[in-house]
């Protein structure tokens, strides 16, 4: 399985970034999409997730500044990420579960929100 990240990286404090990640290597597809981040020295925390009926689970930091969104066709998924705070920077991990319920991650991309 290839899962590709792209679209982090600088932005200013209440600006906006859109994520994408695709993945590969499946003739299924996957059931679950989504978005995990990561700061030095924590865990992963989820920030968003979608399953292939379009059901979405968010982090409650979130507070409705993200959207995530997915082709379930081409195996892609956004994240639509407004509103950004400092506290928001991390190392963004796109996440795919495949219908025998393996996981499989991205390499991440960086996003910083700094003035």
């Known amino acids: 399985v290839h899962v590709v990240e792209s679209g982090g990286g600088l932005v200013q404090p209440g600006g906006s970034l859109n994520l994408s990640c695709a993945a590969s290597g499946k003739p299924n597809g996957f059931y679950l999409m989504g978005w995990y981040r990561q700061t030095p020295g924590d865990q992963r925390t989820m920030v968003a997730t979608m399953t292939a009926q379009g059901v979405t689970k968010y982090g409650e930091f979130i507070e409705g500044r993200f959207t995530i969104s997915r082709d379930t066709a081409e195996n892609t998924v956004n994240l639509q990420m407004n509103s950004l705070k400092p506290e928001d920077t991390a190392v963004y991990f796109c996440?795919?579960?495949?219908?025998?319920?393996?996981?499989?991650w991205g390499q991440g991309t960086q996003v910083t929100v700094s003035s």
């Open positions: 996440w795919v579960v495949d219908w025998n319920e393996d996981p499989h």
